[in-house]
């Protein structure tokens, strides 16, 4: 599935979540969880990277096989507008994604192709996964960086 497929129900979102019920969206403390599981995944390899524990082929394996699918969850109703940062509490998704969408999707969709290449070599040796695990770190900053604000 492509990431355009991921997201092309975005727009439609918007019809569904009046600002009045924007607070109560669940659509921000569910795209909040996958951000979770993300590092769940990420965090065990990047402490395995890091030589903070000691590398587990299959342990790594199984963290980018997850990380693997948990980014190609479909994101087509977790980004109703509305649910940015200037308009509701509890978030820190900034109104910046909703003007430049198309952007928003190519930084996904790099993040993707980055966790593609990790979850080929993840139980193939640290050097191998230190390797790969590092352009997927840079694709998450690079998206957090013009999209998510600073914890408050
Ligand atoms: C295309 C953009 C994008 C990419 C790529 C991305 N993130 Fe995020 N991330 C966001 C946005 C936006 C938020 C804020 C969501 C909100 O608060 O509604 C966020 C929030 C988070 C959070 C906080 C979740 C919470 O509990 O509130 C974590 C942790 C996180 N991201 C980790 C990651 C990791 C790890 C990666 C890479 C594997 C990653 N993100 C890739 C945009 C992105």
Not at 12 to 30: C, I, K, N
Not at 42 to 57: C, K, P, S, T, V
Not at 80 to 91: A, H, K, L, R, W
Request: with cysteine; glycine share 8%.
């Amino acid at each position: 599935m492509t990431a355009k497929r991921l997201f092309s129900a975005f727009l439609l979102g918007a019809t569904l979540s009046s600002p009045a019920f924007a607070d109560q969206d669940p659509a921000v403390e569910q795209r909040q969880g996958q951000f979770k599981l993300y590092v769940h995944n990420f965090g065990l390899m990047g402490a395995m990277a890091q030589g903070r524990i000691d590398y587990d082929a299959e342990a790594a394996q199984t963290a980018a096989t997850n990380l693997y699918h948990v980014t190609r969850h479909d994101q087509s109703r977790l980004w109703p507008e509305g649910t940015d940062s200037f308009s509701i509490d509890g978030t820190r998704a900034n109104p910046a994604i909703w003007e430049n969408l198309d952007d928003f999707v190519e930084k996904f969709t790099a993040m993707q192709t980055a966790v593609e290449a990790l979850q080929a070599v993840a139980g193939g040796g640290l050097p191998e996964m230190q390797a790969a695990f590092g352009p997927v770190g840079q694709s998450c900053q690079a998206c957090h960086e013009a999209y998510r604000d600073e914890a408050s």
